[in-house]
């Protein structure tokens, strides 16, 4: 069954309906592909809850992964079309504490080629 246009453009208002997803999903457009051990480590938070928000934001059509290794990355989808463009900027304008970015996983997989 396909998904109606009315569908998708619930699934993703409801995928912007939580603070926390706002602020994962302006944390990644800022900081480019991160990975998801470095999202765990910067928002505090258990690896079950982080890829729970990270599914429903991929399910609404924001972010691809992109898997190296045992590594998943996650970034902005590209090409993004205007409605999420037009979202990703008026989510710019929004003040929120984002955390600090540092690599964790990078710096381990700099010592291992993936």
Not at 27 to 35: E, P, S
Not at 84 to 113: G, T
Request: proline share 2%; hydrophobic share 40%; aromatic share 8%.
């Amino acid at each position: 069954m396909q998904t109606s246009s009315t569908e998708l453009f619930l699934q993703t208002i409801g995928a912007l309906n939580d603070k926390t997803r706002l602020t994962i999903l302006r944390f990644i457009d800022i900081n480019g592909a991160v990975c998801v051990c470095d999202i765990e480590s910067a928002f505090e938070m258990i690896q079950s809850r982080i890829s729970r928000h990270l599914k429903i934001l991929k399910e609404a059509g924001f972010l691809r992964v992109e898997r190296k290794g045992r590594w998943a990355y996650y970034a902005i989808r590209s090409p993004l079309d205007r409605f999420r463009q037009d979202i990703l900027k008026e989510i710019s304008y929004l003040e929120m504490d984002l955390p600090e970015f540092q690599s964790k996983c990078s710096s381990v997989s700099s010592h291992k080629k993936v």
